[in-house]
């Protein structure tokens, strides 16, 4: 029989070769949790389209009205006069039955001409609330087309009217004091069922901005005059 002294002599002796065996486990260890490591992520590479899609986070949604594009220049004369006052501006209402003023008010006085400010076919003529109502609906505008609106007129056309720029409409009614303080006509502009600033569509030099032109060459020599 051995004695204490050689078991645990040769404990001593084993023991160098058992650490050496736990660090080679530890290093297999290791190298098999990389190995699946690895393996998962070469496997969420390959999620379909759709996974992927619903796994990236979404923006925030668009505000409303984002979606609708400008109103298109296409104005080319005032309603009435050749640079009326705006008697009130365009006010949008914070919420859709709210209040504000959705068109703008031009000054005017009774018995004027209201003009088409663009193109369009009339697709109204008539009375609503007591008063003479004419709508024209503008061309090259999309769908639905951009209509103007103008009250209170005594119209002189009919519905279904074709009308060019300047086309007398009718005439402002007398009772043009509907809510101004002084005569006025007013003016709206609806894009679908919204009402838009009809004021949008003028151009600026129609705003009273000047427009561009060409100035002559400083220095430039002048030519004698032809006799």
Known sequence: MRS???RSRMTYERLPRLRGVTCVVVRVTVLLVLACSSVGVAGAGRVGPERRAAA???GPEPPP??????????????????RP??????????TEYGAGHRGVDLA?????????????RVSFAGRVG??????VELSGTGAPPLRTTYEPVRPTLKKGARVTTG????TVESAARFHCPTACIHWGLLKA?????????????LLGHAPSRLLPLTGAPVRPPSR
């Not at 009205?65 to 050749?82: C, F, I, N, T, Y």
């Not at 069922?193 to 030099?205: A, E, G, I, K, Q």
Request: proline share 16%.
């Open 4 to 6: 204490g002294r050689d």
């Open 56 to 58: 990236l986070p979404s």
């Open 65 to 82: 009205g984002a979606g609708e594009g400008r109103v298109p220049v296409v104005g080319r004369a005032w309603p009435v006069g050749v």
């Open 85 to 94: 006052s705006v008697v009130r501006g365009w006010e949008p209402p914070a």
């Open 108 to 120: 005017t006085a009774p018995g004027s001409p209201v003009r088409a400010v663009a193109p369009g």
């Open 130 to 135: 007591g008063r003479g109502v004419v709508s």
């Open 167 to 170: 086309t007398t409409l009718g």
């Open 193 to 205: 069922d919204t009402y838009v600033n009809p004021l949008s569509l003028l151009p600026p030099w």
